[in-house]
């Protein structure tokens, strides 16, 4: 076995990071200067053998990250097996939000690393990728920041390390990248689009910083068709109804059980989530209450911090399960824009809240509860938001 004296060891090191930030920062004047110096030193007299064999490694078919860059082995399909090549990449949940359009770049291995700090860092060039002048034309497409756990090959959430940060050409990304507070599922990718200087085929670097991380990660950029809360609160106004008469008889089925003591009930007309009057009556098709919250409300909240629960009673409430409720939507038509509330009689019928029925609304905590009581109908308008959402 052959021995490396101690400086040429430390000058073949020296070289493998100089070749290593050259390509962090995808500096490709810096790479031409490496090579012709390392050309030089072959050509001359004092040639070492590690300068030479640094030569014959790094600079073969003039692709000197090789040697000091293994996500270009693993992008160039070698982990293929595992689900992920050059024209795959890791698997992200659904969402309605946006839609995954054009890969930008490779995807870049984030190495484990349990005491200290590693930069990686992604090109992103009009020229080196054409799908991105659909940016400068429609505002509809952005270059948002994904991030997974390497070692589950299912669709899933989005995970940053616990400690990273992003940087656009040197200036700070400020994004949330953990998500809410014991949340899973709730982290969003990051849009970096407005940091980016796209006209005129400028050359941006777009920086992953991480630290203390005791598994590996997969990085990688994507250009994005986003949908707004908006745009979607009019796919659910077009899209499931709950039935009027469906409601009404789920109201008088509950008012025959014997088991349930039924009187009338205050229904709010308020969003639990703004608090402001509904303008589209919406709940899951998995609920069973008839109160109700507004459709652009509960998609602007999902957009901030995905979980798709169920404001009133905390069931799964996925996108494709919303529905208009046309009982309340009924309701609503045929009252003052400044009513907050009305009164639901057992057999379905409704009327304008009276000073006694706003007694009974306050002092009805005593009722005996049940998960499908109609209690969860009145909606507190001063309710606390619960302190688990707290972002991190």
Not at 37 to 46: A, F, L, Q, Y
Not at 89 to 111: A, H, M, N, W
Not at 297 to 310: A, K, R, V
Request: with cysteine; proline share 6%; hydrophobic share 30%.
């Amino acid at each position: 076995m052959t021995s490396i004296p101690r400086h040429e060891l430390q000058a073949l090191v020296k070289l493998v990071n100089t070749i290593q930030d050259a390509y962090n920062c995808d500096d490709s004047t810096r790479f031409t200067q490496i090579q012709r110096s390392i050309e030089t030193t072959k050509n001359g007299p004092n040639t070492s053998p590690s300068a030479q064999k640094a030569a014959r490694i790094g600079l073969a078919n003039n692709r000197p990250m090789e040697m000091v860059h293994p996500e270009a082995y693993w992008n160039r399909g070698a982990n293929t097996a595992h689900g992920f090549g050059v024209s795959g990449g890791p698997r992200f949940k659904d969402t309605p939000f946006y839609s995954l359009q054009t890969r930008i770049g490779d995807v870049r291995v984030c190495e484990t690393m349990s005491q200290h700090r590693n930069m990686i860092s992604i090109p992103v060039k009009v020229s080196d990728h054409p799908a991105l002048s659909k940016i400068l034309e429609d505002k509809k497409y952005r270059i948002m920041v994904f991030c997974a756990d390497a070692n589950n090959n299912e669709p899933q959430n989005i995970t940053f390390p616990h400690q990273s940060e992003i940087k656009v050409n040197g200036n700070d990304v400020k994004a949330n990248l953990r998500g809410l507070k014991n949340k899973p599922g709730s982290t969003r990718p990051v849009d970096v689009t407005d940091y980016l200087r796209l006209k005129n085929d400028n050359r941006n670097a777009v920086e992953f910083t991480y630290a203390l991380t005791q598994k590996k990660y997969y990085l990688v950029l994507w250009m994005c068709k986003v949908t707004s809360p908006q745009e979607l609160a009019e796919k659910v106004k077009s899209g499931n109804k709950i039935p009027k008469h469906a409601v009404i008889q789920e109201i008088s089925k509950k008012a025959a059980d014997i088991d349930i003591v039924t009187t009338s009930q205050v229904l709010s007309l308020k969003c639990p989530i703004s608090y402001m009057r509904l303008a589209t009556p919406c709940r899951s098709t998995s609920c069973t209450h008839i109160q109700c919250f507004d459709a652009t409300s509960f998609l602007q909240l999902q957009e901030q911090g995905p979980q798709w629960l169920c404001p009133i009673c905390n069931r799964s409430s996925p996108f494709d399960q919303l529905a208009v409720d046309e009982y309340v939507k009924e309701i609503l038509a045929n009252t003052d824009e400044d009513l907050e509330q009305v009164t639901i009689e057992p057999d379905g019928k409704w009327r304008v809240v009276s000073p006694q029925d706003d007694q009974l609304a306050n002092g009805g905590k005593g009722a005996v509860h049940d998960d499908d009581d109609d209690d969860e109908f009145i909606i507190s308008e001063h309710g606390d938001p619960d302190d688990d959402d707290n972002v991190a």
